[in-house]
């Protein structure tokens, strides 16, 4: 069984920055990867972020040069960096992760962007 918890959305104004976290606990296995998707309202979940257990990070080309996914693998947790925020970034933010076949979703966490 594994939870996953997110946490670090709020209201930011455009050009602004926002950290998410996210916290995994449960049966965690090496290899995994863990990333960051959001839905807005009205489109389908997409990939922001993810990274690999060794450290390997894959960007939407949305957010490239804006965003930084890091994992802390001893404390099961990883965070998303989001600078030089847009009001297209707003959406609900979920945490994934991806491990021997199966996937564990976070509640998600609100990031509004908007003056």
């Known amino acids: 069984q594994v939870h996953v918890v997110e946490s670090g959305g709020g209201l930011v104004q455009p050009g602004g920055s926002l950290k998410l976290s996210c916290g995994v606990s449960?049966?965690?296995?090496?290899?995994?990867?863990m990333g960051w998707y959001r839905q807005a309202p009205g489109k389908q979940r997409e990939l922001v972020a993810d990274?690999?257990?060794?450290?390997?990070?894959n960007y939407a080309d949305s957010v490239k040069g804006r965003f930084t996914i890091s994992r802390d693998n001893a404390q099961n947790t990883v965070y998303l960096q989001m600078n030089s925020l847009k009001p297209g970034d707003t959406a609900v933010y979920y945490c994934?992760?991806?491990?021997?076949?199966?996937?564990?979703w976070g509640q998600g966490t609100q990031v509004t962007v908007s003056s």
């Open positions: 994934l992760l991806s491990q021997l076949g199966t996937r564990a």
């Open positions: 449960g049966d965690i296995f090496d290899g995994n990867v």
């Open positions: 990274i690999t257990s060794e450290g390997t990070a």
